[in-house]
Structures are given as structure tokens and as C-alpha cells.
T-cell receptor, first 115, second 114 residues
Framework: AQKITQTQPGMFVQEKEAVTLDCTYD???????LFWYKQPSSGEMIFLIY??????QNATEGRYSLNFQKARKSANLVISASQLGDSAMYFC????????????FGTGTRLTIIP | DAGVIQSPRHEVTEMGQEVTLRCKPI?????LFWYRQTMMRGLELLIY????????DSGMPEDRFSAKMPNASFSTLKIQPSEPRDSAVYFC????????????FGPGTRLLVL
């Protein structure tokens, strides 16, 4: 079974609109971390936001927020007021257990912002 | 502060040749990771080190691949002999032990084996 599932291979969104990228995860570990990375066409992997499984509040970083629904095992990335520079691949990733440093990545969502 | 540094950024080689990829992690980070990204398999963890010691190499595809970390500021990933199916983008990432332990990625090495 996939540990990280990103069901949207591609999305097109009008500039300045908000966009939600879906991510569901599968783990029986009570302690885990969830990450989102952005990969623009230039290829680098850019860390965006982190959510810990014990965090009470949804993480936010500027225009990025993480809609964390623990019971549903979902960790959707919300980008507010999208910009042309947001066009990129977005990857959701999970680290299980304190002390286990391995990240498992989803297959990614390609986001295209339309002017 | 400088981020993770990788060299070379691009490598084109012929099948059978030895390829060495290099990585300098962020200063002070105690974990170093090597990943491979392909269209078919996505992002795969190959191996990771903690304090220069290899912890998990279960992702290394076969004996042709080897990785070393002789000191805290340098690591290599070697492929010998290289094959066309090794063509991919290879990323190095580093992190610091703590609550969040975010992995920060280098720019990647794009390898093409002809």
C-alpha cells in the first residue's frame, strides 16, 4: 500500500486564486511528520512547510498552510493568492517515528498557474 | 549560510565508465541523504548517514553503487560501472537531528549514461 498518496497528477489554477493540493498518508505510528516540497522546472527541491503529528494547530508559512486532518489522515497544502511563480511540482512526504530519518515521498502534483 | 552543494551539476558519460557524484552538506548537519529521481520511480532514498556512519543502504540498487562519507563535510556516491538505466537526477540532502528534522536538498546532479 502506498504510504503517501497524491491523487492529482496535474492542476490548472487561475492566478490569484487559492489552490488546495491533496495528500493522504498511511501509518500506524502515533509519531510522524509531514512535509511539503516544491520542485520548479529548474529542478531543485524546496522545503515549504512541516506538520508534526502532535501539533495542535495547522502549520502556516506565509502563503502556505497545511490543512491537517488527523482522523482522515490527510495533509493538504493550501496556497493562497496563487502567483505565476507557484507553477511547479509539489511533493508531499512523511517521516515515521522519532529517530527514523527516512522520508517517503508521494508521486507529486504538477501545478500550473494560468495568467 | 550556504545550502547543500553538489557537483557536478550535469554529467554525461558512456556506459561502463565510473561516475562520482559529490556532496557537501549544510555545516553542522549530522544527517546526509542520497536520493535518485526518475520519471518511472519518482524520488527514491538510496542511502543515508548519521555522523558520517551509513545507517540504511537498503535503497542502493546494486553493488555497482557505493557511497562514502569520510568526514562531516563531504560525501560521494559512486557508480561503477555505469549503465544507461542509471540515468537520473541524484539529490543529496542534509538535516539536523531535532523535533522537525527538515531535510534540505542540494540542486541535484543530472546524470546521463549513454
Amino acid at each position: 500500500a502506498q504510504k503517501i498518496t497524491q491523487t492529482q497528477p496535474g492542476m490548472f489554477v487561475q492566478e490569484k486564486e487559492a489552490v488546495t493540493l491533496d495528500c493522504t498518508y498511511d501509518t500506524s505510528d502515533p509519531s510522524y511528520g509531514l512535509f511539503w516540497y516544491k520542485q520548479p522546472s529548474s529542478g531543485e527541491m524546496i522545503f515549504l512547510i512541516y506538520q508534526g503529528s502532535y501539533d495542535q494547530q495547522n502549520a502556516t508559512e506565509g502563503r502556505y498552510s497545511l490543512n491537517f486532518q488527523k482522523a482522515r489522515k490527510s495533509a493538504n497544502l493550501v496556497i493562497s493568492a496563487s502567483q505565476l511563480g507557484d507553477s511547479a511540482m509539489y511533493f508531499c512526504a512523511m517521516r515515521e517515528s522519532i529517530g527514523n530519518e527516512k522520508l517517503t515521498f508521494g508521486t507529486g502534483t504538477r501545478l500550473t498557474i494560468i495568467p | 549560510d550556504a545550502g547543500v552543494i553538489q557537483s557536478p551539476r550535469h554529467e554525461v558519460t558512456e556506459m561502463g565508465q565510473e561516475v562520482t557524484l559529490r556532496c557537501k552538506p549544510i555545516s553542522g548537519h549530522d544527517y546526509l541523504f542520497w536520493y535518485r529521481q526518475t520519471m518511472m520511480r519518482g524520488l527514491e532514498l538510496l542511502i543515508y548517514f548519521n555522523n558520517n556512519v551509513p545507517i540504511d543502504d537498503s535503497g542502493m540498487p546494486e553493488d555497482r553503487f557505493s557511497a562514502k562519507m569520510p568526514n562531516a563535510s563531504f560525501s560521494t556516491l559512486k557508480i561503477q560501472p555505469s549503465e544507461p538505466r542509471d540515468s537520473a537526477v541524484y539529490f543529496c540532502a542534509s538535516s539536523l537531528r531535532g523535533v522537525q528534522e527538515t531535510q534540505y536538498f542540494g540542486p541535484g546532479t543530472r546524470l546521463l549514461v549513454l
